[in-house]
């Protein structure tokens, strides 16, 4: 099982990273148990969550944890003691690890330090999400969790709403609303959205409408679940690449879209007024009269 290469005068043990089902425990592979169970050791994201996956397969390989916050000392650590000949499974708290979980920047180190990195294939919420959408399966781009911050989530969506390709994002629930509101203001209200929540799970359901549709639907309903956010592409963008995206809206209303989204006021009259050939004075003082 544990494939290995000389290192001077050493064996060198191997990287595998090893995907974790995603709400479904009858996911896990074969291929995974049996690797998880022959490995020296395993980098857990969160090593009380891996436990309890590790207690139903009948795996008693130690763990060790290996996360955002610890990334920086533990990596030295994890090479040195691959480069020592032991073999060790990555895993993520679900999925794969590397996608929107840590991972990558072990995988460049081994690399560097010429240890064979094996990757496992396994469950992946993005690519689960897509081939049930109804979407254009390819080709897609996939984005993973946008910036939390409203003036940078909005720049990036920007900057985003010419790209042809189906996109793919991931979401928490009590972030859904508001970047559901960003992408309605980016793309404008009827590009095609589907919501998949809780995949693999007892409550899996997807959502599809335009993105106005689920703007409301947000706003209506008790989000709840972990989302994945799938966006068609642009079939016009070298038609209307530069279109007002907030064209049904009035220029007071689009201001304050944009505002909402957190633009400043100056910034979004700026814009809105630069769109549509207006006097940037004259929009202001509309927006100040409707603002008092």
Do not use: C
Not at 39 to 68: G, M, P, W
Not at 133 to 141: N, Y
């Amino acid at each position: 099982m544990k494939q290995q290469k000389s290192f001077g005068t050493q064996e060198v043990g191997t990287l595998y990273l090893v995907p974790t089902p995603i709400g479904n425990l009858g996911d896990m592979t074969n291929r995974s148990i049996q690797v998880m169970q022959t490995v020296d050791l395993i980098a857990a994201e969160d090593t009380r969550h891996t436990q309890q996956l590790l207690n139903q397969f009948n795996i008693d390989t130690k763990q060790i944890s290996f996360h955002e916050h610890n990334k920086e000392n533990r990596i030295p650590e994890l090479v040195a003691r691959l480069q020592a000949g032991d073999s060790i499974a990555q895993v993520s708290d679900a999925g794969m690890p590397s996608i929107s979980d840590p991972g990558h920047e072990l995988v460049k180190a081994a690399i560097l330090a010429d240890i064979p990195v094996v990757p496992i294939p396994g469950a992946s919420a993005g690519i689960t999400a897509l081939i049930a959408s109804g979407l254009a399966p390819q080709p897609f781009m996939f984005y993973g969790f946008l910036p939390r911050k409203s003036k940078e989530q909005l720049h990036e969506l920007e900057t985003l709403k010419s790209h042809q390709e189906t996109m793919i994002f991931y979401e928490a629930p009590h972030r859904l609303a508001k970047t559901l509101k960003a992408i309605l203001t980016a793309f404008g209200p009827d590009r095609e959205v589907v919501l998949a929540r809780e995949l693999t799970k007892r409550y899996e359901e997807f959502l599809r409408g335009t993105v106005e549709e689920l703007v409301t639907w947000a706003s209506e309903n008790e989000v709840r679940g972990e989302f994945v956010v799938l966006v068609a592409g642009n079939e016009h963008a070298d038609e209307e690449s530069d279109e007002d995206p907030l064209a049904d809206l009035n220029p007071v209303q689009a201001v304050q879209a944009l505002v909402d989204n957190g633009l400043k006021p100056t910034a979004a009259i700026k814009k809105i007024a630069k769109q549509r050939s207006l006097d940037r004075q004259t929009l202001y003082l509309q927006y100040q009269g409707e603002n008092k």
